[in-house]
């Protein structure tokens, strides 16, 4: 009888993932799907705030082009950063869900923050003005990577459920990262679109105070799901986090004793299979086991972390090239035409839009079309290894910054050709620039979450998190760069920079050529990395 009660019982949890008892067809707990719509929610908000912040600090603090940039840089690598903190906390001195609850809280006093200054501007100094937004990054830096790992508890796919069959919890794993990815680009979307039309439009109080209340709103629901939620308890006796500070030590040393070495081609058997399923993340739960004893965990991450170093290094130049659309092809935006008729009027803003909407559409087509027909050429299962479509990402990030440049030569030539206020370039030639980014993360941000691979289970939340590295230290080298150029190039500009406020003298085209460049260099530097990496061939192939 207690057999047949415990089956019972087994079977009533794995009915909430599967919609019949033969597994054809997958189903997702009610905490899976709540995780998933709090999650879109969070990046309507965050995107709300962030896609248009530079128009905000230029047109309302009064910052200047560059300034400005070098705010919204810094302040985005910041933010990107901050999960590796949070991570280290959720996986090895909070549970997940406690790090949620205050990590939300801290972004709800960032966002009332902010909506009061945005309300109360003209009485407050310009620099209380970071304190919210660095709030909303100590708060987005712990919900985001501990959300989603969180996420992933609930799909009850543990060590505690061997009696599930590999196939059905191949399908509930698929399915929460699919619609966990639609989800958060959707609500990107509605972000980029939707606030910063109304920004423009209504003003900036109204225009944070709405994802302020969404937010309250979405950290009340998921609270409300508390009862329905699995927490996983802490391992108190192998904390991950030793194994990190063992594996930082062991780095420091190689280094010093230059010890580095790339892994060789043929002979090397260590090397974590550089793999992608059709969504990012989600055949990686049971790939990574923790080393059973304490001391065998920090060689290993060491040897993961000094193998992907270089790697890692060359696409910091992507991450700056992929933060343009924030800071100035916004501003690129605001000094062209972007009247749609004789009343509606185009928020500059909006246009990053495209972007999110370029990775909602290519994103079936890759699996469906790029992959069956790369296949014929290549005989790989997948059309491309995944440094191979980390390659044609990068060569996409500088297509699009060409054609950035090409279309800011024109526009400043025909402001020239015209009076400068009514003869002006249509707001539209900007979204080849925009889409051309949007077909790179399909490619190389998608594929850079191999990186979640290289880490033991235990440390979940970390890998989640490391990814985002490359694009905290690709921001603050993108302020680093921009600083560098602004004074360099105002020295023999007469004064005047490439991000000079004056349209006459503003030469972003030079800006645009120049990234194109180094992201060449850094590419042709990548290609040559990738001869001292192999993927081993999938079992039976």
Request: glycine fraction near 8%.
């Given at each position: ?11 009533s ?8 008892s ?51 840089s ?19 001195f ?8 205050v ?23 310009s620099?209380?003005l ?5 709030l ?61 039309y ?42 991950p986090?030793?194994?990190i500070?063992r ?11 230059r ?8 002979d090397?058997?260590?090397?974590s ?10 055949d990686?739960?049971?790939?990574m ?12 991450v ?19 090239i992929f ?33 999110t909407?370029?990775?909602?559409l ?43 440049s ?8 025909f ?7 009514t ?19 399909v ?13 033991p ?16 230290f690709?921001?603050?080298l ?64």
């Open positions: 009888m207690c057999k047949l009660l415990k089956e019972l019982s087994e079977a949890r794995c009915s909430l993932f599967l919609m019949d033969e597994g054809k067809s997958a189903a997702l707990s009610k905490p899976c799907v709540l995780i998933i719509v709090v999650a879109g929610v969070e990046r309507f908000v965050y995107k709300g705030v962030a896609s248009n912040i530079v128009t905000f600090l230029t047109d309302v603090v009064k910052m200047s082009t560059s300034s400005a940039a070098k705010s919204v810094t302040w985005n690598g910041v933010t990107s950063m901050l999960p590796l903190a949070s991570a280290i906390l959720a996986d090895s909070w549970d997940r869900y406690s790090t949620i609850t990590s939300s809280l801290l972004y709800i006093v960032g966002l009332v923050g902010l909506t009061s200054w945005a309300v109360l501007h003209s009485w407050m100094p620099s209380l970071f304190l919210p937004l660095y909303i990054s100590v708060g987005q830096g712990g919900y985001i990577p501990s959300l989603q790992a969180f996420g992933a508890d609930q799909l009850l796919i543990e060590d505690d459920m061997e009696s599930l069959p590999a196939e059905q919890k191949n399908q509930v794993k698929s399915l929460f990262f699919q619609w966990w990815y639609f989800d958060i680009c959707s609500g990107s979307l509605l972000g980029n679109s939707i606030m910063s109304i920004q423009d439009t209504f003003g900036w109080g109204l225009g944070f105070a709405i994802p302020c209340s969404v937010m309250v709103l979405s950290v009340v629901a998921f609270c409300c799901g508390a009862p329905l939620y699995m927490c996983k308890e802490r391992n108190t006796g192998n904390k986090s030793d194994g500070f594996a930082l030590k062991e780095i420091v040393t190689c280094l010093i004793t010890k580095v070495r790339l892994p060789a081609r043929d090397d058997h260590d090397i299979e550089l793999e992608l399923e059709e969504k990012a993340l989600k990686e739960f049971t790939d086991k923790e080393a059973k004893d304490d001391h065998d965990t920090a060689p290993s060491t040897n993961a972390i000094l193998r992907l170093l270089l790697i890692w290094t060359t696409l910091l130049i992507f991450a700056v933060q343009q659309p924030m800071t100035f092809f916004t501003e690129q935006g605001t000094l062209m035409n972007h009247k749609v008729g004789s009343t509606f009027v185009i928020s500059p803003a909006m246009l990053q839009s495209s972007t909407m370029s990775v909602i290519l994103m079936p087509l890759y699996d469906k079309i790029f992959v069956p027909l790369m296949r014929v050429f290549t005989r790989e299962e997948k059309g491309i290894t995944v440094l191979q479509r980390i390659g044609i990402g990068m060569v996409l990030s500088v297509a699009a910054m060409v054609t950035a090409i279309v800011e030569s024109k526009r400043v030539h402001v020239s050709e015209g009076d400068g206020a003869h002006q370039l249509s707001i539209f030639w900007l979204l080849p620039q925009y889409i051309l980014l949007g077909v790179a993360d490619f190389t941000v998608v594929g850079m979450q191999f990186f979640y691979t290289q880490v289970s235990t440390m979940r939340t970390i890998g989640i998190a490391h990814y985002l590295s490359v694009f905290g690709g921001n603050f993108g302020a680093f760069v921009i600083a560098v150029l602004e004074t360099t190039t105002a020295r023999t500009g007469e004064g005047h920079g490439w991000f000079s406020d004056d349209p006459r003298h503003e030469h972003l085209d030079k800006y645009y050529w120049f990234l194109a460049f180094i992201g060449t260099v850094s590419f042709v530097f990548f290609t040559y990395l990738c001869k001292y990496y192999s993927e081993p061939e999938a079992p039976g192939r």
